[in-house]
């Protein structure tokens, strides 16, 4: 089983940063594809970025050039810096893996495994 616990979500104001975290534990491997999903109100979950295990990343275009995302391998924790929020941004953040799924493969793949998920509220 691999948990993970999000954090840093919160309200923010448009076109300044927020820095989501997510503390990994379990059954997970430093060569997993992991990333973040999220989920507007009234709209289906979209995958947001993904890093896998040979530090490839993709991300979703409405959040490319904006949003970067990173591991701390020692840490055992995945980041997600938004930059430059839009009101858009708005909705649950997840983390979540993908296995050995590469990071092209991932973000065109239902993940495995889901944290609880952090809200952000991006007010105009």
């Known amino acids: 089983l691999i948990h993970m616990v999000e954090s840093g979500g919160g309200p923010m104001q448009a076109g300044r940063s927020l820095t989501l975290s997510c503390a990994v534990s379990?059954?997970?491997?430093?060569?997993?594809?992991m990333g973040w999903y999220r989920q507007a109100p009234g709209k289906e979950r979209e995958a947001v970025a993904a890093?896998?295990?040979?530090?490839?990343?993709t991300y979703a275009g409405s959040v490319k050039g904006r949003f970067v995302i990173s591991r701390d391998y020692y840490r055992d924790i995945l980041y997600l810096q938004m930059n430059r929020l839009k009101p858009e941004d708005t909705a649950m953040y997840y983390c979540v893996t993908w296995g050995k799924l590469t990071a092209i493969q991932a973000l065109d793949s239902v993940p495995n495994s889901w944290g609880q998920g952090t809200q952000v509220a991006v007010s105009s």
């Open positions: 379990g059954d997970i491997s430093g060569r997993d594809c």
């Open positions: 890093m896998d295990g040979d530090g490839r990343t």
